[in-house]
């Protein structure tokens, strides 16, 4: 007769020991997951997608040096990745994040913020949009430039 406690527990022994993470082999592809939450980089937490036929968008901004994006908020939810330069986030609340290329962001949803770059190099950033069809992504705050 099979002992299934025995067997369950080396079922799982096994899936631990291969889900333990590893180093990547060259010349083969791999991946990374670069940021995972429930929260926005500011501790916000995410609200439900929208109802709706689903949209997805993905923009690539651009900040030139020295200079800031007008105030504005998402009403959904949205992601990036800081592809070049440096980025500094300010919400309504305060908070600040300080980003470099290379760094993931889980951006504030239907919260007043702004990016800037400080640096000498444009700053880009590739956002990806889960929204909803007929839905903006972008709504700059009505007494921003």
């Given at each position: 007769m099979i002992?299934?406690?025995?067997?369950?527990?080396?079922?799982?022994?096994?899936?631990a020991f291969s889900c333990q993470s590893k180093e990547p082999i060259p010349d083969q592809p791999s991946s990374e997951?670069?940021?995972?939450?429930?929260?926005?980089?500011?501790?916000?937490?995410?609200?439900?997608?929208?109802?709706?036929k689903p949209k997805i968008s993905i923009v690539k901004v651009t900040i030139p040096p020295h200079s800031e994006l007008p105030h504005h908020y998402h009403p959904v939810i949205n992601a990036g990745i800081l592809l070049t330069g440096e980025l500094?986030?300010?919400?309504?609340?305060?908070n600040?994040?300080?980003?470099?290329?290379?760094?993931?962001?889980i951006e504030v949803v239907n919260t007043i913020?702004?990016?800037?770059?400080?640096?000498?190099?444009?700053?880009?950033?590739?956002v990806f949009y889960a929204g909803a069809e007929g839905m903006?992504?972008?709504?700059?705050?009505?007494?921003?430039n």
């Open positions: 002992n299934y406690r025995t067997l369950l527990l080396s079922i799982l022994s096994l899936v997951l670069l940021t995972e939450s429930y929260l926005a980089w500011n501790g916000d937490s995410l609200p439900a997608y929208p109802s709706g500094t986030v300010v919400d309504v609340k305060g600040v994040l300080e980003m470099k290329a290379g760094d993931p962001i913020h702004y990016g800037k770059n400080n640096g000498d190099i444009p700053a880009e950033i590739v903006e992504i972008v709504v700059k705050e009505s007494n921003s």
